[in-house]
């Protein structure tokens, strides 16, 4: 009996013993535990924030690499098709372009409203007011006022007042002033010609350079070729770009051109129609 009891003491105070000492681990292990998930929520939040700003960092980084890619681009190839030929290309197409702009402005400082003008000259026509019609003729920009000046002072005139007389003035006049329009565009047909010549003479200097390359190494591998190569297609492309460019221009200024001779055709019928009419002119 004192055994049995001995034995249910021991029991029990091993049970009371190990029970805190658990507990103890329980509670341990409860505050790892809630450690581990918070460090991982911490971790989770922090990366869903750099996630959120990588984006706005990325597109704000983005204009600026794209700016300066296009333009470091242009650089590099400029470099790599040998400078030497890539600058006589660049200066063929700044010279095409000035001689393009200077003519267009020229050409739009021609325009006038043809049948404004004419109508206004006509009735100082037919009101005899020639000397008048000279002088607002003369105020007049464009090849048209400049056409019909030359046709009114000849009917001003004692000796040169026939209808014979006043319609060779204005084909002469007409003629001089399509050489004014059509002046320098001889500079720009010849810069277009330039252009892509100047490209295929890099062309040929870079596959000659290939060769050279192939020679020296001694073997035709890829890596030998791809330096001329290079060269060759760069100058080619820059040539053929500066060609397009001013033959755009061009184009343009030959409408024009047609446009202000049209207008001349077209105002030199009017004024023969104004000068047989007027009584000044001898039939």
Known sequence: M???????????????????????????AEEAAAEQVDSVAAEATDSVA???????VEEAVAPVEEEEGLH?????????????FMSLVAIALVLGLAFCIERVIYLTLAQVNTRKFMATLAEKVKANKVEEAIEYCAGTRGPVAQVSKKALQCL??????????????INIEAEVQGAYLEENCSWITLFIAMA????????????VQAFDDIER?????????????KVALITTIFGIVVALILQVFYNY????VEALNSNMEEAAMSLLDMCVKSPKCKK
Request: net charge negative; charged share 20%.
């Open 156 to 169: 001003a005139s004692e000796d040169q007042n026939d209808i014979a007389t006043i319609e060779r003035s």
């Open 217 to 229: 190494a001694g073997d035709i591998s890829p890596t030998v070729v791809a330096g001329g190569m």
């Open 253 to 256: 200024v030959l409408s024009r």
């Open 2 to 28: 004192k055994k049995y009891f001995a034995i249910v003491a021991m029991v029990a105070a091993f049970s009371f013993g190990m029970t805190p000492s658990v507990m103890a681990q329980d509670e341990v």
């Open 196 to 207: 892509p010549s100047l490209g295929f003479l890099g062309t040929v200097i870079g596959m």
């Open 72 to 84: 470091k681009t242009l650089k590099t190839k400029f470099i790599e098709g040998d400078a030497g």
């Open 50 to 56: 750099e996630e959120a700003e990588a984006p706005a």
